[in-house]
């Protein structure tokens, strides 16, 4: 195989590197690993397995490990490992096992609990269809095990941290074992009752945090932090942009809102950046950075982080430009503009995971929660954008959006008319001439096509036209069968034979 | 300021409780809405002119803090500074979620500011349960007085008749600035204590004592005065 190798353009294609990895014969794919899709999806299949079991086992080991280190700190009256098995909630409820005592209390409290939350975050999902199968959007096998190495990180810092914690760390560690073992057999909820059940699991072991050990809510905080960490980094993968909702096509559709926006300039949205100065460009690439960074996080509050940090970074780019602190004024533009510039990959399905998902309080209170209320204010803002709200025509607009024209090429609005100047950057001016060669180009495209397509309808009349013509002229000499007549020639009437020569004799030599 | 600050008076239970420990600090979000250039941003940063200094400098004005002191709680008030020009209205309700006091703020030597704060009070009270939050009406460049395009009168009747309280005052001199922040303070703490479960529908957070889970605020003690 290796002798049919092409080389193109400079880049080296190996025939074989075009097939899967697993020499099945079938092509493969870089985004499935340099596998077929079949191979792939069965390799994938096996590393989840394997996952799956790596987690158990370490989950018993980090067990095992947990009652160790209780028994040694409380002495021989502590319970036997085998008790702490995992309890099994009922299905149904969140977390509800342990917690029973407070369970009526609950129900009557998470009716309405649910209801605001709905209302001031996810727009439903309920009536979204379940898509059959999950695997399409799974990340590749080596991205799994990557973040199964991460979870056991996890895992082992939260096991850390409930050790100091004592008697609460250790029921802790249950309940949030339980939970994760319980939304593991949840896969078919959608994404609000997903939601539900997490914000109710936070909610029930707050509350029993500070009802029953007492904790000060600085503790409680701290706490909820841990847990928030521990167990989204478990649930991530199943609840990030899940099949149920249509996370996945608003993604895309904003994805292209912002592709097509490219041209939108700093002046059309009254920024105050001064991208001339370096300190305010270094700013505004470190904003678009963070912006981006967040879709790599997999706690919500990290993704939060990421936001927060990308607005202070926004911040610090309007007081160099302005000398002045920035105001809300100032602060909103600027952070549709990093979200433009950046087209942060799956916005919308970031924005609804941590609206789910976060610790409530964190989002509509708190510095943390005045940005991200900000990106949601931008992230819906771009989606509305007219020409009015970058004080351009309905006309300009329209020519900006299809493409047709660039605010960047040529300044003012009369140009669009008269032929463009002469740009004095020859990257633009080779850009232009590129343009031109490809209008022409298309042109005569357009032509050849039309010319094709002539031909096309020529040759589809012509036997329509041959069939008529020939009717019409069947038409014209219809043709008449005549009565055979007897035959003209009569042997005997054979004048001629005089003059014919008389039959050659064969001759004997 | 013309009217007389409201009293706390809470219910005994919460009185009960806060007496018994430290004086706690109280998380409240306070929201500044209006048109562009009535002065939200300038009366921001009068309400924390105080705490200003300390802020890192890299941050803008248009999320502050600043602690009050009540008798017997402290109140954490979070500023939110809002973008005022009208092609961002639509997303602002954003912002006003989970919001226990709003300040409607308009420009006293501009009428189109004051119709504007109407328009938001129509959106505000759509979205709003009844004495939920605190709104208040704020005219604001009192100290503009040759320009004067909307009456005290005005302003105080437009706040009559929708329930909400009025002040007038100037971020440029500073009049009644501090007044203003003292009597939300109040005003909001009042609530609290007055309305069993009343801004519940507010309450999101799962930091909140047991018994006062109710109620709008978390019970945050992170940030000391
Ligand atoms: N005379 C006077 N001017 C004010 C007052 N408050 C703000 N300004 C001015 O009004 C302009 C707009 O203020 P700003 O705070 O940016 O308004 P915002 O757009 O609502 O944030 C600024 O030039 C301020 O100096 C005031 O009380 N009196
Ligand atoms: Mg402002």
């Known amino acids: 195989m290796s002798q049919r190798t092409e080389r193109r353009g400079g880049i080296h294609v190996d025939q074989s590197d075009l097939l899967c990895k697993k020499g099945c014969g079938y092509y493969g794919n870089a985004a499935w690993q340099g596998l077929c899709s079949k191979c792939w999806r069965e390799e994938y299949q096996r590393v989840r397995q394997k996952q799956i079991q790596d987690d158990w086992a370490l989950a018993e080991k980090l067990q095992r490990e947990e009652e160790a280190a209780y028994a040694s700190s409380h002495g021989p009256q502590t319970q036997p490992p085998s008790q702490s098995t995992p309890p099994h909630p009922q299905p149904g409820h969140a977390s509800l096992g342990p917690f029973s005592k407070f369970e009526e209390k609950k129900t009557n409290e998470k009716t309405r609990k649910v209801t605001t939350v709905k209302k001031f975050f996810s727009p439903s999902s309920r009536s979204a269809p379940k898509k059959e199968t999950q695997e399409g959007k799974t990340p590749s096998p080596s991205v799994s095990r990557r973040a199964s190495f991460d979870t056991d990180q996890v895992s082992k810092d939260f096991v850390d941290f409930l050790k100091n914690l004592q008697k609460p760390g250790r029921e802790i560690h249950k309940q949030c074992r339980a939970f994760i073992g319980n939304m593991s057999s949840k896969k078919d909820l959608s994404a609000d009752e997903l939601s539900e059940c997490v914000q109710d699991f936070y909610q029930n072991l707050a509350d029993r945090l500070m009802g029953h050990f007492k904790c000060s809510s600085e503790s409680v905080e701290q706490v909820m932090d841990q847990v928030e960490k521990y167990i989204m980094t478990r649930l991530y993968k199943s609840v990030f942009c899940p099949e149920t909702t249509d996370d996945e096509k608003k993604d895309l559709a904003t994805q292209n809102r912002i592709r097509a926006l490219h041209w939108v300039t700093i002046e059309m949205l009254c920024v105050s950046f001064d991208e001339e100065i370096p300190e305010v460009s270094e700013n505004v690439v470190k904003a678009i950075t963070d912006v981006i960074e967040m879709d790599s996080k997999r706690v919500p509050r990290d993704k939060l982080s990421c936001i927060t940090r990308c607005s202070k970074h926004i911040f610090s780019a309007i007081r160099i430009t302005k000398k002045e602190p920035a105001s809300a004024d100032d602060f909103l533009p600027a952070l549709i503009y990093i979200v433009l510039k950046a087209n942060p990959p799956r916005l919308q399905s970031n924005i609804q995971y941590i609206t789910r998902f976060c610790n409530p309080s964190r989002l509509m209170t708190g510095e943390d929660g005045y940005y991200f209320t900000n990106l949601c204010c931008a992230a819906a803002f771009i989606e509305k954008l007219d020409a009015q709200s970058l004080n351009l025509s309905p006309e300009e607009f329209e020519r900006y959006m299809s493409g047709q024209a660039s605010p960047r090429c040529s300044g003012s609005e009369e140009d669009w008319s008269s032929p463009a100047p002469a740009p004095t950057n020859p990257v633009l001016a080779q850009l232009n001439q590129n343009l031109e060669v490809l209008s022409g180009l298309s042109g005569r495209q357009e032509a050849l096509m039309e010319a094709a397509h002539s031909l096309q309808a020529d040759l589809l009349s012509w036997p329509e036209s041959v069939q008529h013509e020939v009717h019409d002229i069947l038409k014209k000499y219809p043709l008449e069968v005549l009565p055979r007549s007897a035959p003209a020639i009569d042997d005997n009437n054979d004048v001629d034979n005089d003059n014919l020569p008389p039959p050659l004799t064969p001759q004997v030599v | ?225």
């Open chain 2, 1 to 225: 300021m013309g009217e007389k600050l409201p009293q706390v008076q809470g219910d005994p239970q919460l009185r009960r409780d806060t007496l018994s420990r430290p004086v706690r600090t109280l998380r409240a979000k306070m929201v500044l809405l209006g048109s562009s250039g009535v002065g939200k941003s300038s009366l921001a940063l009068r309400f924390c002119k105080d705490e200003f200094r300390n802020t890192s400098p890299t941050v803008g004005c248009a999320y502050l803090t600043q602690v009050m002191h009540l008798s017997d709680v402290t109140l954490r008030f979070e500023i939110w500074d809002t973008a005022g020009e009208e092609k961002y209205h639509s997303v602002t309700p954003l912002y006003y979620r989970g919001a226990h006091a709003a300040l409607l703020v308009y420009d006293v030597s501009k009428r189109d500011t004051f119709i504007r704060a109407q328009v938001w009070l129509r959106e505000l009270e759509k979205q709003y349960v009844a004495g939920s939050t605190v709104l208040w009406l704020v005219g604001n460049k009192g100290d503009l007085a040759q320009h004067r395009q909307v009456s005290v009168q005005e302003g105080q009747s437009l706040a009559n008749d929708r329930g909400l309280l009025f002040t007038e005052t100037s971020a440029l001199s500073g009049d009644q600035v501090d007044k203003l922040l003292l009597a939300v303070a109040h005003r909001v703490y009042e609530c609290v204590g007055a309305q069993q479960g009343g801004l519940s529908e507010w309450q999101e957070t799962p930091h909140v004592d047991l018994r006062r889970r109710n109620h709008l605020f978390a019970s945050c003690c992170k940030v000391g005065p």
